[in-house]
């Protein structure tokens, strides 16, 4: 009885004690939002999101402004090209605005895009949280992902019973991706290239190479208003935005 008792003021504490809750807010519309994604949302006294710089809105926060109107909402610059900064320096700045709310009481989300599971950059503020700050209590609410939403609006099957499927971050180099392509051809392997971007013209001309540009699925912005769905034999433009990805099936 008295072991019960203490588990269940235990269990209180930490029910009541400020917490750190990264939430996938999903790809962009905010109807694909889970009920675990907006509850953390309202509970939370601090909402947390990314942004490229001072100039940008977050696209994470726009998703869910409906929930966050009076909360206290803090932009945290994640530059999308990190070359000129320090990639610890970044996550070690956001952690310390992140504790200090922690530490005076207040609950804090952070925000983070799609799911929190894939290329996420959550997942470093995570870690250094974890490491330098266990007393600290964290959770993780996932969410959709840019490709599973992709595939449901296309009905594209990502992987079936026996297959495998193979996400990766577009190559740089065009014998790097030519290499990815004809090892999934010869494996039949299903193949999701992410963040195209500015090496669109690369990958343009690596599908027409492989003679595979009339089955690759292209999906751009998904769930945004500017989404854009359809073949890569089909998209004319020159350009494609940061959040952009291809989905290949070889059968």
């Known amino acids: 009885m008295i072991i019960n008792k203490f588990l ?71 530059p999308m090209a990190r070359k000129d900064f320090d990639p610890d320096e970044i996550w070690s700045n956001a952690v310390e605005k992140i504790v200090k709310f922690i530490k005076n009481g207040e609950s804090v989300v952070l925000l983070c895009l799609g799911d929190t599971s894939i290329f996420a950059s959550s997942s470093n503020i995570l870690r250094i949280i974890k490491n330098n700050y266990p007393e600290i209590i964290t959770k993780t609410i996932p969410g959709i992902s840019s490709l599973s939403a992709t595939a449901a609006l296309n009905d594209f099957d990502l992987v079936k019973k026996g297959e495998t499927l193979i996400i990766k971050e577009c190559p740089s180099s065009n014998s790097e991706l030519t290499s990815l392509i004809k090892e999934s051809r010869e494996n039949k392997t299903i193949l999701a290239i992410m963040k195209i971007g500015k090496r669109w013209h690369l990958v343009r001309e690596t599908l027409k190479k492989e003679d595979i540009i009339k089955k690759s699925l292209i999906a751009l912005n998904v769930g945004t208003p500017d989404q854009i769905i359809q073949y890569a034999s089909q998209y004319n433009k020159e350009v494609m935005p940061y959040f952009s990805l291809i989905l290949i099936r070889f059968d």
């Open 8 to 78: 269940s003021l235990l269990n209180r504490y930490k029910t009541d004690s400020p917490t750190f809750t990264i939430v996938g807010v999903g790809p962009g519309d905010p109807s694909l939002l889970t009920i675990a994604a907006v509850d953390a949302i309202k509970k939370a006294n601090v909402i947390v999101f990314p942004i490229s710089d001072d100039n940008k809105k977050s696209f994470a926060a726009e998703i869910v402004k409906r929930y966050t109107k009076f909360k206290k909402n803090v932009p945290i610059i994640f």
